[in-house]
């Protein structure tokens, strides 16, 4: 197949690659089973370096579009017939997309937060906004907000959804009581298994009825939703938690062919996919969605801090319409500083920077976390290239390793304690949750081991 | 009865009076129904001035303690047995009762809100508590919030609550759902009718069974609360809205008669209580309920501003046990860094100095908000002299007075519009609700007049 790459292009060659072979792969010219050159012959034909190739095969593979097979190559993974491609562009970009005039003129200091200027943009805010600061914003947020939302998405996720169909509230916690509102109790939620144990108690303490849905190594099994007779499909297909699953394409359009046959609906939870390590993020279902079946719902509580309460959902039209008219009385929960702080934060593209700078620190710390690990002999990490978490098969006797990453801040849970209705999950296996690590001690953690 | 004043004691003298006679009804000494001494004889007797007298006469009304009969004088209106008792004092009153060390060095300016405080405080808590604020705070709150918020309560209502039992969330929407979560949504809750609005859309969304309880002059009707088996009553007895009653004392201990009697809870919704006019505010249920049956809840939006979202509810020990038990996984809706600044703006002392100045300001509201209509001749106001709005009956053809109002940011709506399941109402009743009043377009009215 001839590949011609744009060099001139502001888009990455890694990424050109990865569009043109996945969009083969969709389109059907690169039919399932069919080998792809291998990286060393494409590099080579590309006149580009061998890392660009891998990065793009990385990418593939990570979005279920190509698998590899040991020692004999790589092949297309999926026949799939639709083409995967954003929702329509909006014919005016929103304004956040406009070029940033005031780049940070300090550097970040040794927190990864960059405060200063998170505490000028809240001084800006209060000498700008006055007493309109006292005034309630829109129940669905502060539309500064929902607008900065809407261009980070469309430039970070590669979808776009108006400002108006994004709703603003104190955390996922929060937006997941609503949405129960929203879309009743009397349906069957499906949750994964295992998963966050705090979902099935928001919707046991909601009176909704909800069923755990096994996994395979593609994420939740869409046979069992259809089996289990659920109406909403509770997933986290850019990086599952716990086991790291990043969901492949076949199985994305495997569940979303099952929410468009019938009165369903998925909600993605995309928490932590900002945070995969290399490559671009997988992309959304709800980018995908023609149908309007899909409800999106991200935080900024990992991104910025757990002490900022501000999440949001994205709704399609229909929804949002629904909401409007049911829940739409309920006043927006996130105070309204905080909103036109967050909003100025975005727009102005430190969310971006700060997003930038993070990745970097929790891929060293990533790589010092399994370093850590593996020094201590018998140990196999499963890792996808992805959040803040990955998972380890450890020996019987690991409380030394355990404690030791106590000490760096790192946590380390059997799996089983994730796993709900005493599912088979072996004993060995151990979650490794490194959101919380501090590099200082992890590197001291080298000094004394 | 003779009666002893004491004049060096930093407790006002009305203040005394009205505690010595509450104490004479509460123990029998006067009994219901006896006379009391004239308004001028008591004052004559006392040597206080009769403007002294009438205030203490006037807090004794409105709490049900004695009642006023036309051209005939003031009678004991109740006879009660258990003495009205805050709460056991803490051994070591919080922290925040120690005198401020800081008062504001700038006098406040056209805003009622002190915005050059709430912002100075801002920068100290960045300062002071660094990246401590990235750190989530306890899921009920941060600690010193609700150590502010309980000092308060001990100082402006009178009774004193552990701050372990209080708990803080984004408005006291988000708090209903908490609320609904923590007793069930099998039980039945009795509403005001009239009532919020709001409050039955909260239930229904919830799935809760509830009923319209009807009112009478005193407020929510027990004996229906017993007839339409309620396990939960949710009342406003310090200010009801929309009618402005204000639930005498035998109501009050007739309502918790009932709840002790069962496994029965009471909410009482204070919200409105900081803005009575004159006099100081209404006890409440919650301080004289040694039996635990009793959540005390109450939001700043009202006395800070819509847009700051919090709200905080007292929990007995029992159900802040199963709050921990059950609810105790959710995160604090509210970004640590609003309650840490108004933590400081409470127990620095500026939160009460703001409702003082808040109270002179809409007391001024107030009245002129009465004499515009008043202009329009044919109207008659009901008053009871508490929160942020009154009723009003007005003439059938009163367009006029309602654009007016309107102009000044005055609401007046028809008192049919809070009535469910189309309870009797009278057409010409009206809420004039003067909360969003802006002063200058009254004053600039009158003008026009």
Not at 106 to 119: E, K, L, N, Q, Y
Not at 170 to 181: F, M, P, R, V, W
Not at 429 to 436: I, K
Request: charged letters at 25%; proline letters at 6%; hydrophobic letters at 35%.
């Amino acid at each position: 197949m001839a590949r011609t790459l744009e060099r001139s292009s502001e888009k990455p060659l890694y990424e050109q690659i990865y569009e043109q072979i996945r969009d083969d792969v969709l389109s059907g010219r690169l039919p399932e089973g069919k080998k792809l050159p291998s990286k060393r012959a494409l590099a080579e034909q590309l006149q580009v370096s061998l890392i660009t190739v891998e990065n793009a095969y990385s990418q593939l593979i990570a979005e279920g579009y190509v698998r590899a097979a040991q020692r004999s190559g790589y092949y297309a993974a999926y026949s799939g017939e639709a083409v995967e491609k954003p929702k329509a562009k909006p014919l005016r970009l929103p304004d956040s997309e406009k070029k940033e005039e005031q780049p940070p003129s300090r550097p970040a200091g040794a927190d990864i937060f960059p405060f200063s200027v998170w505490t000028r943009l809240m001084r800006s805010v209060i000498s700008e906004k006055g007493t309109r600061l006292l005034q309630p914003v829109d129940n669905g947020g502060a539309y500064e907000l929902r607008e900065a939302i809407s261009g980070y998405l469309y430039r970070a996720r590669g979808f776009y959804t108006p400002p108006e169909n994004i709703i603003v509230g104190s955390g996922t916690e929060y937006l997941y009581n609503l949405l129960i509102q929203l879309l009743g109790r009397d349906k069957v939620y499906g949750i994964e298994n295992p998963g966050f144990p705090k979902l099935a108690k928001i919707y046991a303490l909601n009176n909704a009825r909800f069923e755990y849905i096994p996994l395979d190594n593609s994420g939740m099994r869409a046979d069992e939703l259809e089996k289990r007779r659920v109406d909403i499909a509770h997933i986290s297909p850019a990086h599952h938690f716990p086991t790291g699953i990043v969901m492949p394409i076949s199985r994305r359009r495997e569940i979303l062919g099952w929410a468009e046959s019938g009165d369903r609906y998925i909600i993605e939870d995309d928490y932590d996919s900002e945070f995969r390590r290399s490559g671009k993020p997988v992309p959304t279902i709800f980018g995908s969605d023609d149908l309007e079946r899909v409800i999106y719902i991200n935080t900024f509580s990992q991104t910025i801090a757990p002490s900022v309460r501000i999440s949001y959902m994205c709704l399609s039209d229909e929804l949002c319409g629904l909401w409007r008219k049911n829940l739409g009385f309920y006043a927006c929960s996130v105070p309204a500083f905080e909103q036109y702080t967050l909003a100025r934060f975005i727009s102005e593209g430190y969310f971006e920077r700060h997003i930038n700078r993070a990745k970097k620190r929790f891929k060293r710390v990533c790589e010092l976390t399994e370093q850590l690990i593996l020094s201590c002999g018998n140990v196999k990490i499963s890792e996808e290239n992805a959040g803040l978490h990955f998972t380890v098969r450890l020996p019987e006797n690991s409380a030394e390793i355990i404690a030791k990453c106590a000490e760096c801040g790192i946590k380390v849970t059997p799996l089983s304690d994730y796993y709900a209705e005493g599912a088979a999950c072996e004993d060995s296996l151990f979650l490794v949750n490194y959101a919380g690590a501090v590099e200082e001690n992890l590197l001291k953690a080298f000094g004394k081991l």
